[in-house]
């Protein structure tokens, strides 16, 4: 905390704002991927959204529960029974600040706790000036380096920083790569990071609805280590503040290296998701 910026307080209202925004990331990649040819759905449930884009996707999960009411027992049967149909188990991303009565009812249906993710946040104002190291330098990415950037921003992810509690998904590389590509048509635009002219990163923003959502941001590992990080992250709150954005969400692994840069930026700790799983 400095002189003129107090830690973002998360409120249910908050919390709301950004399940929804997330709810509306995921379903707009899963149709993505249907349009390029993937089997799946996208099924509205409780004001949040269950989505299936192919075996082993990231957008098959349920999303943003928990904000717009408690899921009947013949709504959420319906989610299980078209998951099972693609031989799926249901993965559920809930906020600890959704309604309580939804874990209750997850629980007492089978659904296991597997692992937990953060979501972090930060106001948009009073942002510092952006200090890029030297050698660094932060830009968007256009469709004409797309397959560049995937390949550098692929082999980062595939070799991450051993710090915190692992990642609770993985994901083959063309599974990766196209779920950025769903990503691009969902609306998430690219940065690129260079070291020395040479491009060692990437990273990507969202903005809907005032919220700034930052996807995945990836270090080559040659390039770690240099501020590569924080320049994508100061690049893209420039951004997100002026696009009228009020808040900046990120979501990370607890306890990771990414958590920690998050914070070093000005991101607090806004909330955390339970991953809870049922298996077919």
Not at 7 to 30: Q, W
Not at 45 to 61: I, L, Y
Not at 199 to 215: D, K, M, S
Request: proline share 5%.
């Amino acid at each position: 905390m400095t002189a003129d910026r107090s830690p973002l307080f998360c409120d249910v209202a908050l919390a709301g704002r950004v399940e929804r925004a997330e709810a509306g990331l995921v379903a707009a990649a899963a149709r993505a991927g249907h349009r390029r040819g993937a089997a799946g759905f996208v099924m509205p449930v409780a004001g949040g959204v269950a989505t299936f884009a192919g075996a082993g996707s990231p957008f098959d999960k349920v999303a943003g529960l928990g904000f717009g009411g408690v899921p009947g027992e013949a709504e959420l049967a319906a989610v299980e029974r078209a998951f099972a149909d693609c031989g799926a188990p249901v993965q559920v991303e809930l906020c600890h600040l959704a309604d309580p009565a939804v874990g209750e009812l997850l629980t007492g249906r089978g659904y296991r706790l597997e692992s937990f993710e953060n979501v972090l946040g930060r106001a948009l104002d009073h942002l510092p000036e952006p200090v890029t190291p030297a050698g660094v330098e932060v830009r968007r990415s256009g469709d004409d380096e797309f397959d560049r950037w995937l390949d550098v921003v692929a082999d980062a992810v595939a070799r991450p920083d051993a710090q915190g509690v692992p990642w609770h998904e993985e994901f083959p590389r063309e599974m990766y790569v196209a779920a950025e590509r769903d990503l691009a048509a969902a609306g998430v635009v690219r940065y690129a990071a260079l070291c020395d002219g040479v491009l060692a990163g990437g990273a990507g923003l969202r903005t809907t609805e005032g919220v700034a959502q930052f996807a995945g941001a990836a270090t080559a590992p040659a390039h770690r280590r240099r501020g590569v990080q924080s320049a994508l992250l100061a690049a893209r709150l420039a951004d997100a503040a002026a696009a009228g954005c009020d808040v900046a969400v990120i979501v990370t692994q607890p306890g990771s290296r990414s958590q920690q840069n998050a914070q070093r930026r000005g991101f607090d700790l806004l909330y955390t998701r339970a991953v809870l799983v049922k298996h077919p």
